[in-house]
């Protein structure tokens, strides 16, 4: 299997809605989707319902996914649920009580069987029916297919307000720095992350509210070279900006902050903050004129 796609949600019947039909829509059907509802009241399971096929998996079923043994890896999941429409890919999903969209997210990449995860929460959605089909078979649509299987493919994010109008776009950037990683030019609506990098690296920081997917971009990109990276300029999805993220500054700052401090020693935060407020210093080097005029 190429992809698991993996939903967070929880109290947000009609953002789930739009995000299964979504999925549903998409041309290219090499993935299986995965829902981790966070025990909702609000008629999220029955939605799910209409469209699983399946009952949930057992509270403690997830535990069982990758767990090793003897030795490797064991994908194996007891009772795990199969749609059985031939009219729709599988789905599997989950409801219960979590910490946060962090543990919700982590439940999810232990039920994950595709060779990438990627993160389309509830409320959010694709671009377009074609978007998968156009990463994963780019020969489709006459274009030039992938040379190797990079770690993390990404591509650009259209942010979207309650009302689904568009308000601005974030645009992946090809071989990004370690600035280009602290404006965060990887959003996961728009990377494809492939599964062996969770295994490697670790998951995400449960005990963060809204920066742990800004920490575990940071962490495994800026400190390992051997991670590939290919940006592709594709639209991916269409991310609304109603969640706790964009209303809650305060707490985005102190988060990213702890998340300087765990990497980066004062001294060297102060260069760094400042090359993050002003991107484009970062490149100036590549300008023969400035080179000159710093000689």
Request: net charge negative; with cysteine.
């Amino acid at each position: 299997m190429k992809l698991s796609i993996i939903t967070i949600t929880y109290n947000n019947a009609e953002g789930l809605l739009r995000t299964i039909q979504s999925v549903q829509s998409q041309t290219f059907r090499d993935f299986e989707h995965i829902i981790v509802d966070g025990g909702s009241t609000d008629g999220s399971v029955e939605i799910i319902r209409q469209y699983a096929d399946n009952e949930a998996i057992r509270p403690e079923g997830y535990k069982a996914i990758r767990q090793e043994k003897n030795g490797k890896a064991d994908d194996t999941l007891p009772n795990r649920p199969i749609a059985s429409s031939p009219n729709r890919h599988e789905i599997c999903w989950i409801s219960e009580k979590d910490r946060g969209v962090y543990d919700a997210q982590n439940k999810g990449i232990r039920l994950a069987h595709g060779e990438y995860c990627y993160f389309l929460n509830a409320g959010d959605t694709f671009c377009n029916e074609h978007v998968l089909e156009l990463i994963f078979e780019p020969l489709t649509f006459n274009l030039s297919p992938l040379t190797s299987t990079p770690d993390i493919l990404y591509g650009n994010e259209i942010i979207v307000d309650g009302n689904g109008q568009r308000i601005g776009i974030a645009r992946g950037v090809e071989n990004p720095t370690f600035v280009d990683l602290y404006n965060s030019c990887m959003k996961h609506q728009a990377s494809f992350i492939h599964r062996s990098l969770f295994d490697k690296y670790g998951m995400y920081d449960a005990d963060m509210r809204i920066c742990s997917d800004f920490d575990w971009f940071f962490r495994v990109i800026a400190f390992y070279d051997e991670v590939t990276l290919q940006y592709i300029d594709v639209d991916i999805a269409y991310f609304e900006n109603t969640g706790l993220s964009y209303h809650s500054p305060e707490l985005c700052a102190k988060e990213r902050q702890h998340i300087l401090d765990r990497y980066m020693s004062k001294r060297m935060q102060r260069d760094y903050l400042l090359l993050g407020r002003y991107p484009r210093l970062s490149r100036v080097g590549d300008n023969r004129m400035v080179k000159l005029l710093l000689r």
